[in-house]
């Protein structure tokens, strides 16, 4: 069964970080270009992605982390673990929001429509 589940989210004060992780099964990270989506109250999960994380032809990977959260929000992944992480720093209550993990085992890009597998999502509340 192809699965992706996110885990990490929670309750954190402004100025403090979180690490979401999502865990794949049925689609191998390693190979799989992976990225990280939100939606935040009120309105429909953005269609551009916060960051992506994907393989080239060459073998290595090639990153994207959306301007706006640049400095603040990095993505990583452990291939061993199958696993893709979301390290999120300075947050602020404007983060509050429901964070997905995103899969795509054909291009990556930063539309949500080039992603056919999705997560569950976890609830990120930034708040003091």
């Known amino acids: 069964r192809v699965q992706l589940a996110e885990s990490g989210g929670g309750s954190v004060q402004p100025g403090g970080s979180l690490t979401l992780a999502c865990a794949a099964s049925?689609?191998?990270?390693?190979?799989?270009?992976m990225a990280w989506f939100r939606q935040v109250p009120g309105k429909g999960r953005d269609e551009v992605a916060i960051g992506y994380f994907g393989p080239t032809e060459n073998g290595g990977y090639n990153w994207f982390l959306n301007d706006t959260m640049k400095g603040r929000f990095s993505i990583s992944r452990d291939n061993g673990k199958n696993m893709v992480y979301l390290q999120m720093n300075s947050l602020t209550p404007e983060d509050t929001a429901v964070y997905y993990c995103?899969?795509?085992?054909?291009?990556?890009?930063?539309?949500?429509?080039?992603?056919?597998?999705w997560g569950q999502g976890t609830q990120v509340v930034v708040s003091s």
């Open positions: 995103a899969a795509s085992t054909d291009n990556c890009g930063i539309r949500d429509y080039r992603y056919n597998i």
């Open positions: 049925g689609v191998d990270a390693s190979t799989a270009c």
